[in-house]
């Protein structure tokens, strides 16, 4: 065969080509609101028609036989027959795949659970875009539930802690109310016994409010640390003598124990608010006679480690997860005090000198360890 002839070929088969795809794509715009499978067919059935038309129209110039002729039509009836059963087959495939998906986006969209590729009942997809499109989905949903859970004890907290709150703040109020109108009718025989009082009950709701500061400064990002060398000893050494008569009007025995030439760079005040706040917590919640131990360490990756230890009886399993959440008291005795900041007030504290703050029962008690980075320096 010569060039010229294989020119003359290759352009009625391109002609040929082009008037189909046109026609092809055109029907398909006609047809763009159909369903994917006659549209899939449609491309199949023009892929078919571009090559019959080119077939026949160089058959035609090369004075081909009708006989021979007839045999190419036969065969490429046949074979675009099993074309486009082949087409609606995928078409219906995908068509099913898309389906499936569909209905996971809606069960999405209602916040009920997405089968994974796991379960038994989870639909089989033909492609693995396809597969991997509804792993995506169910990723999404698991991401969605939890993240939802999370945002439902947010609220649950909320809600508590505006209720402790509300309670809190309504108990020295209406104290103070009760001692100004005693004095301010003039039925009490000695005034001044009733102005140490109204201080407590003042100094009481302070601290509420400043609690309440502290916790807002944490969650809105707004807490600045004024990093500097501390030594721990004498930042918990002077906690401990500060707490000291609270601890000995309960008869409790509060001691330091472990290294003494551990230095941290740290925020002094916000580091001495952290230990003392478990400190208290401890104290509020042990029994008089029992020993509450505060130790400071050096960790194995250069980390400072500060531990308080109590005997006052461990906190329940199922509520360990729980005893950092702002406003939450457990029902049992072993619960956070005051307004429910403290340990919440912590583990901002904590977090935001990269470190973290965890709770563990031990014998007869329960442990807050305080773990800072890798910033502890032996002196």
Known sequence: ?????????????????????????????????????????????????????????????????????????????????????????????????????????????????????????????????????????????????ESRARERRVEESRRELIAWISHDLRTPLAGIRAMAEALEDGMVED?????????????????????????SRIHSGTLRLALEPVALYDLISDTVAGFGPVAQAKSLDLRFAGETGLTVLADPRELSRVVGNLVMNAIQHSPSGSPITVSVSERGDGGALISVEDAAGGIPEQDIARVFEAGWRASE???????????????????????EVVVQNVPNGCRFDVLLPRRAVAV
Not at 114 to 131: C, G, I, M, N, Q
């Open 1 to 145: 065969m010569t060039t010229e002839v294989l020119v003359i070929v290759a352009l009625n088969a391109l002609a040929c080509a082009v008037v189909t795809g046109a026609l092809g794509l055109l029907a398909l715009r006609m047809m763009k609101r159909s369903s994917f499978v006659v549209q899939l067919m449609l491309v199949a059935l023009a892929a078919i028609v571009s090559v019959v038309g080119g077939m026949s129209a160089v058959a035609t110039q090369m004075y081909v036989s009708p006989h021979d002729l007839g045999v190419f039509y036969s065969v490429a009836a046949v074979a675009g027959l099993v074309s486009l059963v082949m087409a609606a087959i995928l078409g219906r495939t995908l068509v099913r795949d898309s389906r499936h998906l569909r209905s996971a986006a809606e069960r999405l969209g209602r916040g009920e659970a997405v089968a994974t590729a796991d379960d038994a009942v989870a639909p089989r997809h033909s492609t693995t875009e396809f597969s991997d499109l509804a792993g995506e989905l169910a990723a999404t949903g698991a991401r969605l539930a």
């Open 191 to 215: 005034p001044a016994r009733y102005y140490p009082r109204m201080r407590d009950q003042v100094d009481r709701l302070s601290g509420m409010v400043d609690d309440l500061f502290e916790l």
């Open 333 to 355: 005795p072993r619960s956070p005090g005051g307004a429910g900041l403290g340990l919440a007030i912590v583990q901002g504290i904590v977090a935001a000198h990269q470190g």
